[in-house]
């Protein structure tokens, strides 16, 4: 039960938070987050609970971020940011920006990704041309977050930070934006193939097997479910409006889904992207291809305009 493992966590965890003491600019996307300066003195990316998409993408980004955590994948830090009333009240650029009219950010507990590099030693890029990706160190990473993104059911298509330190040459990517796992705000997995994958096939090129998947799909296939609720436990009741029982589905869901990432992955493997040329011995599943005949508006994502950084 979600309450008793809430009880197990200790006292304050789930409620521990840094406070924002400075805005710095409002950043692209849908959520429309900011980038804010926070008491200890990192910068972070922050969401705010009246954001345009949903209240429950809060939740979303810190248990799928915190879940790619564990399975040692580069994923920013996550704090839950307290921004004061006093802060909204005397930053006019803490607003949301609604169709025909706008409001103040709402103050009080919001998700915080930390930057992933900070704004004064390096630089950050939200898309890398395919002849640039010889220069990233962890490409093999991608294939680690196409087991997270199948796993939580991300609707989105995979979005991540490309940044690197001041006279560095080469680049790291850091995955962001998950607040479309689990479906965004309707909790539930439609599990299209053609969804939460990375827009350009460059980056699975290396794919080769199921071998190319690890650690990360062994290490999420045996991850204990104590570890999957006391991660949970961990988000604000404030972003799910208080509604354990639906939290609790979710959770049960997900274990659930531990051992289905496998026929997701080779769904997504047979599609027709062809996602992995380096992965030979294709099995020609019928059931697996009829699946597209079903699913017309299941399209390969185009690269992004402009990310939530």
């Not at 564990?70 to 996550?78: H, Q």
């Not at 026929?263 to 009829?290: Q, Y």
Request: with cysteine; aromatic share 10%; charged share 25%.
């Amino acid at each position: 039960m979600l309450l008793n493992v809430a009880r197990a966590i200790p006292r304050g965890e789930a409620s521990v938070s840094i406070v924002a003491v400075q805005h710095i600019r409002r950043m692209r996307g849908g959520a429309q987050g900011h980038l804010m300066r926070c008491s200890d003195n990192h910068f972070y990316v922050v969401k705010f609970r009246n954001n345009p998409q949903h209240l429950r993408v809060l939740a979303n980004e810190l248990l799928a971020t915190r879940l790619a955590e564990r399975l040692g994948l580069p994923v920013p830090a996550t704090e839950v940011v307290e921004v004061g009333e006093w802060l909204v009240n005397h930053t006019p650029e803490l607003h949301i920006q609604l169709a025909h009219h706008s409001m103040p950010c709402e103050p009080g507990l919001q998700f915080g990704s930390r930057y992933v590099v900070s704004p004064l030693e390096g630089q950050v890029f939200d898309y890398l041309p395919k002849q640039m990706m010889g220069r990233l160190r962890n490409l093999e990473t991608f294939a680690g977050m196409l087991v997270v993104d199948k796993w939580t059911g991300n609707t989105d298509g995979r979005q991540a930070a490309f940044w690197r330190k001041s006279r560095e040459k080469t680049y790291t990517a850091t995955f962001i934006d998950q607040g479309s796992c689990f479906n965004a705000g309707e909790w539930t997995f439609p599990d299209y193939p053609l969804r939460g994958v990375y827009a350009q096939n460059e980056v699975y090129e290396g794919v080769s097997g199921w071998k190319s998947f690890e650690p990360w799909l062994s290490l999420m296939e045996k991850m204990e479910e104590d570890m999957v609720w006391k991660l949970a436990g961990q988000i604000p009741p404030e972003w799910y409006s208080g509604h354990w029982d639906e939290l609790q589905k979710l959770v049960r869901t997900l274990i659930g889904r531990q051992g289905l990432v496998r026929g997701l992955i080779e769904t997504f493997r047979l599609s027709p992207r062809r996602p992995f040329p380096e992965w030979h011995g294709l099995s020609g599943d019928a059931n697996l291809l009829h699946r597209f005949e079903r699913e017309p508006d299941d399209r390969v994502p185009e690269p992004p305009s402009s990310y939530g950084w």
